[in-house]
């Protein structure tokens, strides 16, 4: 048998919803270099086709987390530039990503020397983006440091800086901080083109960061979440009714007995747990969708199953889709609705889906 036919939880991606995000995105920010951010396997959706998908679309560079997925797509036949937002360790590694035409974050001398090393053994100019910390406090040269180290970078001769960015922290509620933020990356990038007359490309805005001000946008933005959610939904995560029981009232479900039915009930056990990333917080708590009816989840999520009250639909069967996040019909649990559940932001709840569950290309 085919593995579509006996396989019992998936997730659907619409490339056409995540090409018109995107397209969205690149309305809205006309005049900026769009560099979709695809790490952490496309926040759970599929790095490799949704890469390709960019790709065919005409952009030209991408950003990732690690050289592990940069390698990833590089052998998926990903040809567009991808810049790696970790700074590569140990520094000899950059040999790697040089041989697979990575463009690396950089932020001290020793990767510095190296890198121009490799260049200077290669006779050519080799890329790398700089990142700057102007309060985000996570990766990033200080500031004062940023102003020492564009002077280093001034005296290499085949290490070329052809992007300087830096990261906000509080787009989304501090506008004041945002703001300083965005001011002293201005002002260093206005340094370096002035003083040093280096030729690059600055970017600073997620995807919060587009929406909130046009003058963010620079040369070039980095969204990530918007590709995936707040336009058009794009993945939907489905699984089929694996078994179907009727109870009496009084009955017990589940680990730890935290759900005792009130009437006689008919209870579905889907093939689902928190081993596949479907939390374990939304043990009664969580809502799926059968027949179209937002149906809830009753007792305790367990490693790879859990039940849903289905006694309010008729005729529901063995076999029937379920969708656990996404839509159908009329009904949707977004994963807004789930992270709000979980007490987390709905990038996690992406993230979590296990990278064991098929993704489908529809
Ligand atoms: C994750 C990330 C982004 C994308 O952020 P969103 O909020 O998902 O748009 C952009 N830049 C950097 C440095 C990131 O780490």
């Not at 052809?162 to 002293?184: C, I, L, N, P, R």
């Not at 029981?245 to 009437?263: A, D, L, M, N, W």
């Not at 008919?266 to 479907?278: E, L, N, R, T």
Request: overall charge positive; aromatic content about 10%; proline content about 3%.
């Amino acid at each position: 048998m085919k593995e579509q036919n006996y396989i019992q939880t998936w997730v659907e991606i619409d490339k056409k919803a995540f090409a018109s995000n995107l397209k969205k995105i690149k309305t809205f920010a006309k005049g900026a270099e769009i560099i979709p951010v695809l790490k952490a396997d496309a926040y759970g959706h599929g790095a490799v086709e949704l890469a390709k998908e960019v790709q065919n679309m005409g952009f030209i560079r991408i950003a990732v987390f690690s050289m592990q997925e940069g390698i990833e797509l590089r052998n998926a036949g990903i040809h567009i530039a991808i810049l790696m937002l970790n700074p590569v360790e140990p520094v000899e590694a950059l040999n790697t990503a040089v041989e697979n035409f990575l463009v690396p974050t950089i932020l001290d001398i020793k990767s510095l020397d190296f890198f121009d090393s490799i260049a200077k053994k290669q006779k050519r100019l080799l890329p790398f983006h700089l990142e700057v910390d102007t309060g985000m406090g996570r990766t990033g040269l200080s500031v004062s440091d940023t102003y020492d180290f564009l002077g280093e970078i001034n005296k290499r001769k085949y290490a070329k800086m052809t992007g300087m960015y830096s990261h906000f922290a509080v787009s989304d509620t501090d506008k004041k901080f945002t703001q300083k933020q965005f001011e002293q990356f201005h002002a260093i990038s206005r340094c370096a083109r002035l003083k040093y007359d280096m030729r690059f490309i600055s970017h600073i805005a997620s995807s919060v960061g587009i929406l909130k001000s046009k003058k963010y946008h620079l040369d070039a933005v980095r969204p990530g979440i918007s590709l995936y959610e707040g336009g058009q939904p794009v993945l939907t995560w489905k699984t089929k009714i694996a078994y179907i029981k009727k109870v009496p009232s009084g009955f017990g479900i589940s680990y730890g007995r935290t759900f005792i039915t009130k009437k006689p009930s008919v209870i579905a056990a889907i093939p689902i747990g928190y081993c596949d990333g479907y939390n374990r917080l939304l043990s009664n708590k969580g809502f799926v969708l059968i027949k179209g009816k937002r149906c809830p989840v009753t007792g305790r999520v367990t490693m790879n199953m859990t039940m849903i009250d289905i006694s309010a639909l008729k005729n529901a069967a063995v076999g029937d889709e379920v969708v656990l996040l996404g839509r159908q019909g009329k009904q949707e649990v977004s994963a807004k609705e789930i992270a709000d559940i979980c007490k987390t932001i709905s990038y996690e709840i992406f993230c979590n889906i296990s990278p064991r569950i098929k993704r489908i290309m529809v």
